[in-house]
């Protein structure tokens, strides 16, 4: 069985990892997609609500399922013994630092394979910065994202909003 793993924050999940994931799913028997526990970034959404779009985002994919990992890529390949790393590079500028963790990944275990993928050109200007910039100022995010993130990032504009009210009748 060839398993591959396509690791991420999916800060939210877009329309442009789920072509990547479909991708993938044509070439390889099982697609993991495992989303990263990055104590350095700042995220939008806890852990279990990325994981929650995700799932429901990808229920409809028989050989697509979704977990999370702590530490190194490589590891967490090793632990799910998947023989690649799916990367998604939408442009020239995301080649650099793509091939230079694909090469420290080689470094670390020789026998893991990064398989660079390009989504549809359609989502080469989308990323997860983007479509959340977007959503803080009200715009209509539905083309970009499934309908549970839509939603989700609703919900979390209102909670913000209702936040920065209570903090204003403070004052």
Same mark, same amino acid.
């Given at each position: 069985?060839?398993? /591959? &793993? ?8 877009? @329309?442009?990892?789920? +072509? !990547? ?9 099982? *697609? &993991? /997609? ?14 279990? +609500?990325?994981?929650?779009?995700? #799932? ?7 050989? *697509? ?8 890529? !490589?590891?967490? %390949?090793?632990? *799910?013994? %998947?023989?690649? &790393? &799916? #990367? ?13 963790? %694909?090469?420290? @990944? #080689?470094?670390?275990?020789?026998? =893991? ?12 200007? =989308?990323?997860?910065?983007? *479509? #959340? ?6 715009? +209509? ?6 309908? !549970?993130? !839509? ?21």
């Amino acid at each position: 069985m060839k398993r /591959v &793993i396509y690791p991420g924050t999916f800060d939210p999940v877009t @329309n442009g990892h789920i +072509d !990547v994931i479909k991708r993938a799913m044509g070439l390889f028997d099982e *697609v &993991i /997609v495992t989303v990263a526990r990055n104590p350095v970034k700042s995220q939008m959404f806890s852990l279990e +609500d990325r994981l929650f779009m995700l #799932r429901e985002s990808l229920s409809k994919f028989d050989n *697509v399922y979704v977990d999370s990992f702590n530490g190194l890529i !490589v590891d967490h %390949a090793k632990q *799910v013994k %998947a023989i690649g &790393i &799916i #990367r998604g590079l939408r442009a020239v500028s995301d080649f650099e630092y793509e091939f230079q963790m %694909a090469l420290m @990944n #080689r470094k670390l275990d020789e026998n =893991l394979r990064t398989i660079f993928l390009m989504p549809n050109e359609k989502y080469t200007y =989308l990323n997860s910065t983007i *479509v #959340r910039n977007l959503a803080v100022f009200d715009g +209509d995010v539905s083309d970009f994202v499934p309908p !549970v993130v !839509v939603n989700m990032l609703k919900k979390k504009n209102k909670s913000i909003a209702e936040k920065k009210q209570e903090v204003r009748e403070d004052f």
